[in-house]
């Protein structure tokens, strides 16, 4: 069974949860899933000019502490997120053993 959208709580690991929490959030209020489906232009999420990743960072509460990285990858994630679903992208998460986390 999937986890209503949002509800990241089957992530055991949480700073993965909280990170995803969070960029999910300022994906919504910037109203950029649309956007974040294609590639980001320039040099990946880091260094884009985008005007949605703009939006979306000035959207961020930022509980994590990100680095560029962990903002790329956060990013990154959301991006499968937007283009596979959401049932899809929480399916490891629900059918994983209680001793492993996909994240």
Same mark, same amino acid.
């Given at each position: 069974?999937?986890?209503?959208?949002? #509800?990241?709580?089957?992530? =055991? !690991?949480?700073?993965? =949860?909280?990170?995803?929490? #969070? @960029?999910?959030?300022?994906?919504?209020?910037?109203?950029?899933?649309? +956007? @974040?489906?294609?590639?980001?232009?320039?040099?990946?999420?880091?260094?884009?000019?985008?005007?949605?990743? !703009? =939006?979306?960072?000035?959207?961020?509460?930022? =509980?994590?502490?990100?680095?560029?990285?962990?903002?790329?990858?956060?990013?990154?994630? @959301?991006?499968?997120?937007?283009?596979?679903?959401?049932?899809?992208? @929480?399916?490891?998460?629900?059918?994983?053993?209680? !001793?492993? !986390?996909? +994240?």
């Amino acid at each position: 069974m999937t986890s209503p959208e949002g #509800d990241f709580s089957a992530i =055991r !690991d949480q700073m993965t =949860r909280t990170a995803y929490e #969070d @960029m999910y959030a300022a994906i919504t209020k910037a109203e950029a899933w649309e +956007a @974040m489906k294609k590639e980001p232009t320039g040099a990946g999420f880091m260094f884009s000019p985008d005007t949605h990743i !703009d =939006r979306i960072r000035a959207h961020l509460v930022d =509980r994590v502490g990100h680095s560029g990285a962990s903002m790329g990858c956060t990013l990154r994630a @959301m991006q499968h997120l937007a283009r596979v679903g959401w049932a899809t992208f @929480m399916a490891p998460y629900s059918t994983a053993s209680p !001793d492993s !986390d996909p +994240a």
